[in-house]
């Protein structure tokens, strides 16, 4: 087998079930399987893939294992030589795989490739390509410089190494995945994809970042939205430091105190509320079945161009591909105040977020 799919899911299930499809249709023309390891949903997640994914192996744990052990039991049950780790609140085009495939293929000494990521509103997602945070890179960026965190050096549409990758999308070989020892279970959620990115670093492969490959990721990088956020966040990066530079007292004082001062200056999240003037469809039959759902007017448009500023833009992945419809928000995130959702065919529910800070909403018919 060429690849497998993971998917760690916990009560998203209706954002998996759209991350399942364009998964599906990416997989299409590739010998790959689809493993999602449920952590213990308590919605109809499980429910949802054995009706709508029979093909899809399910793991169904009774607890929530957290994102490094959840990872690792789909990773030990998978046959691909190649395996991505994938976040059910994401959205892939068509040729994502293949052309990771393709590049993969023409490098000996690769670790973890990542891509493009954009949030639900099309806007580019820094953390798809960082930096190893060492204390004095850690410290300006809780200060609010990010510039060194990131790695901006590298342009958002390149393709170049990079050395720290996003957990949301981590492509590698299956064997270098082993090698490195999977996800370090010590990290229960946050930095273990800053502790695998390091770890092939210092393996001596090479981490690269792929520009020319789009993904959506509804969930943005998180900010500190309570105690115990902060506590999982901040203690796993203390974590990462005493694994890998930990090497004198005043050190750990610096890494303590940087954590604290994380937490003192944190920055709320805050849902943007847009209220829509208009709200625009790319064929009839979306315009159609959507005023009436929705009880609302559905204007029928054909050009990007003509969509209008504070717009919702719905795309119907009947009448668009999902790499078109990528390409589309990435394009129009351009104009003020537009937003976005996604009409899955033969699905009864539109799905989209307008903030990186949140995942956003589902409206059910």
């Not at 610096?254 to 001062?261: A, D, N």
């Not at 937490?263 to 943007?272: D, G, Q, T, V, Y």
Request: net charge neutral; charged share 25%; proline share 1%.
């Amino acid at each position: 087998m060429n690849l497998s799919i993971v998917i760690l899911n916990y009560n998203v299930r209706y954002f998996l079930e759209l991350c399942l499809h364009s998964v599906k249709a990416a997989t299409a023309n590739i010998d790959a399987e689809i493993i999602v390891v449920d952590n213990n949903s308590q919605d109809d997640s499980c429910k949802m893939v054995k009706q709508l994914f029979p093909e899809v192996t399910l793991i169904e744990n009774k607890e929530n294992l957290g994102f490094s052990k959840g990872n690792n039991q789909g990773v030990a049950i998978a046959k691909g030589e190649y395996i991505c780790i994938l976040n059910p609140d994401t959205v892939v085009p068509e040729d994502a795989f293949s052309q990771l495939l393709e590049f993969s293929k023409a490098k000996e000494n690769f670790g973890i490739i990542g891509c493009k990521l954009v949030d639900g509103s099309g806007e580019f997602l820094p953390e798809s390509k960082r930096n190893i945070p060492v204390v004095k890179i850690a410290l300006q960026k809780i200060r609010g410089n990010s510039t060194n965190y990131y790695a901006n050096h590298v342009q958002e549409n390149d393709i170049a190494k990079v050395d720290i990758l996003v957990g949301a999308f981590m492509f590698m070989k299956r064997a270098v995945y082993n090698q490195l020892n999977g996800f370090d279970e010590d990290y229960f959620m946050y930095g273990e994809d800053i502790d695998l990115s390091y770890k092939a670093i210092k393996s001596g492969l090479d981490n690269y970042y792929l520009g020319t490959t789009s993904i959506i990721h509804y969930k943005g990088e998180s900010t500190l939205k309570d105690k115990s956020y902060a506590k999982r966040f901040y203690g796993a990066m203390q974590i990462f430091y005493k694994k890998h530079f930990k090497s004198n007292m005043v050190f750990d004082v610096f890494v303590w105190l940087g954590i604290k001062l994380a937490f003192l200056f944190r920055k709320e999240a805050k849902e943007i509320n847009r209220n829509s003037k208009n709200i625009f469809a790319f064929s009839n039959e979306t315009a159609e079945f959507l005023t009436g759902k929705l009880q609302k007017s559905i204007t029928l448009i054909d050009n990007l161009e003509n969509v209008e500023e504070y717009s919702t833009v719905i795309f119907d992945t009947s009448s668009m591909t999902y790499k078109e419809i990528i390409s589309n928000m990435i394009n129009l995130s351009e104009k003020k105040g537009v937003s976005f959702r996604i009409l899955v065919n033969q699905s009864n529910f539109i799905i989209g977020s307008d903030s990186s800070n949140s995942r956003g909403g589902v409206i059910v018919f």
